[in-house]
């Protein structure tokens, strides 16, 4: 009966709520007529199905909170919850229903999840970066080991081989972070612990030696011979000096380092020779002189100099362009330029690459084209582009004397002469005809040429 009760008192509320806000919004809808048609303008009353959604304030989320908690109730308990679906009261209608004189509804423990929400953001502490940024934990491991050993951060920053290069300070405020600040001493201390096994072993035996194991290490004679049973015994017979990693190898090691740089008992430092004996390379460089080494510019030497590579070069150049001639004398003399000729070739116009057969009294020379066909195609020979198409020509006389016409744009030179369109020059044997870059040597078959004057001569007299 109780229960039935609370829910006809629930319904009963929410009914009177309805009911005075219906009159209000009457009320409401009246004033605004009656102002409008004081003003003369009745302005058309737009309206619309859909439910207008607006921002709540934070007393309206708890209540409204309440009031969907209370309905969840009625809801078990039987009640039709269709009623109430539609919207949520408004803040004058929760406060006349909170001023009717009825049992109060009792708050649902759950809170609204908005409310939780930021309730949780602003309790939410700080997050750490998981990035520990330049510091590995092998490097934290490293650091603590060292520290251990020598209790000096000084000789860590010199002794220990970090991942990274980390300068004295660095090294200092990490030592004091993993001291002193919490968040940072409990993440180091989750990374290391997620180290593997071997490769902590492998930090633990880069370890530096303290002082009590220089001290015990030292003791060994530096004459005698010790073997790794020697330094396994030392194991034995120290165990509270030495660090847990150590093995009779390791100290091996670093019982030669120490006899190497005169650290044992039974060995003393030998003092510096007096005098210019040098002991290595480093104490010969701080011997010279920077200021010695430098040589005085000499000008008059540097201007002798530049002219003698001047003349030089310059006698490169004319021995260049005297090669050719001097090819064509040791072949003269070697006979390598007899094969040239035959009894039908008259002379021959011989290149780097092409030899030209000249076997008629008269040839042409150029370029060919698809139009113009001539008889020595010089474009054989290289680049051509500059050379026309009908360059020249080339004459033999009754005399016996081949003689050279340029009919192109541009001059040829003979043995360095230079020969312009419309002239004419005469060849000689050996001689070098350049054009355009092209350079040639004209060597007359002699024999023939005896032959022709010859006939010639015999003709002429009739």
Request: aromatic share 6%.
């Amino acid at each position: 009966m109780d229960k039935d009760s609370q829910g006809l008192l629930d319904s009963s509320l929410m009914a009177s709520g309805t009911a005075s806000r219906s009159e209000d919004e009457e009320s409401l809808a009246g004033q605004k007529r009656a102002s409008s048609q004081a003003l003369g303008t009745i302005p058309k009353r737009r309206s619309s199905s859909r439910f207008i959604k607006r921002k709540k304030f934070d007393d309206e989320l708890v209540e409204s909170s309440l009031a969907k908690s209370s309905t969840r109730a009625k809801g078990a308990s039987g009640v039709e919850p269709g009623r109430c679906s539609g919207s949520e009261p408004s803040s004058s209608e929760k406060k006349k229903v909170s001023k009717a004189p009825s049992t109060p509804v009792p708050p649902s423990p759950a809170p609204a999840p908005g409310l939780t929400k930021r309730v949780k953001k602003s309790k939410q502490p700080l997050q750490v970066t998981k990035d520990l940024g330049r510091w590995k934990p092998a490097d934290d491991l490293l650091l603590i080991n060292a520290v251990l050993q020598t209790n000096d951060l000084t000789s860590v920053h010199l002794g220990v081989k970090f991942s990274c290069r980390f300068t004295l300070r660095e090294v200092q405020e990490r030592w004091y972070a993993l001291l002193y600040d919490p968040v940072i001493s409990k993440l180091a201390c989750q990374a290391m612990r997620q180290l593997h096994p071997e490769a902590i072993a492998a930090i633990q035996s880069k370890a530096l030696f303290s002082k009590a194991e220089e001290q015990l290490l030292s003791k060994v004679g530096s004459t005698s011979q010790p073997t790794l049973e020697t330094f396994q015994d030392l194991l034995h017979r120290h165990p509270d000096a030495f660090y847990l990693a150590r093995t009779a190898k390791a100290l091996q090691a670093h019982w030669q380092l120490m006899k190497q740089y005169y650290l044992l008992e039974d060995q003393t430092v030998q003092p510096l020779p007096k005098g210019d004996q040098v002991l290595n390379f480093s104490d010969a460089e701080d011997l010279i002189d920077d200021n010695k080494l430098k040589d005085m510019r000499d000008e008059v030497l540097e201007h002798e100099l530049m002219v003698a590579d001047r003349r030089q070069k310059r006698e490169i150049r004319q021995l260049e362009q005297e090669l050719h001639k001097w090819q064509v004398l040791v072949d003269s003399i070697t006979g390598m330029s007899s094969p040239d000729f035959d009894n039908q070739t008259l002379a021959v116009l011989r290149g780097r690459m092409v030899r030209y057969l000249m076997r008629s009294r008269e040839i042409t020379l150029g370029r060919a084209t698809k139009d113009n066909q001539i008889d020595v195609d010089l474009s054989l020979e290289g680049p051509a582009w500059k050379i026309s198409r009908k360059q020249g020509v080339i004459k033999l006389k009754n005399n016996g004397d081949f003689f050279i016409a340029n009919e192109g744009r541009r001059p040829i030179y003979i043995d360095g002469r230079p020969v312009l369109c419309g002239s004419k020059w005469r060849l000689s044997n050996n001689s070098v005809v350049e054009i355009a870059s092209l350079r040639f040597v004209f060597l007359i078959n002699q024999d023939l040429i005896a032959l022709i004057r010859a006939e010639a001569a015999k003709i002429t007299p009739q």
